[in-house]
């Protein structure tokens, strides 16, 4: 009995241990298509990289128009952050990358502060 009580202990610690190391924080995802895109999010993770660790997950997204040029967006935990046109031959793409850079981090670090102020007590974060 002893035996199976440790085994059980065993497993449940380790499965506890597995879903902490599960979660992984800091990562930048490419949903871009064109030329101009690929440009673009090389350049604002290369921005990003150059910060301090990134804490949250971010997904860069892009939808090519012939008429209007590219949209590329910018989404952390599901919300738009960062939206912006950009014309298919974007000359100055390191300076547009860089400051979608700089508002996206601004809005983290602004996420970050509302948090402290808010008050979880009685409900999970997902039950807002």
Known sequence: MKVFCWILALL???QEVSADEAEISGLIINHTITRS??????????RL?????LESNLVVNERPSARWGILIWVELEGQAVYREFLSPNVSQMDETAYRAAEIVLQEI????????FEDHSDLDKDEL
Do not use: P, W
Request: proline share 0%; glycine share 4%.
């Open 109 to 116: 670090d602004r996420r970050k502060v509302q948090s402290l």
């Open 49 to 53: 990289n150059d910060e301090d660790a």
């Open 37 to 46: 895109g690929q440009e673009f999010y090389r350049k604002f993770s290369e």
């Open 12 to 14: 449940i610690t380790s």
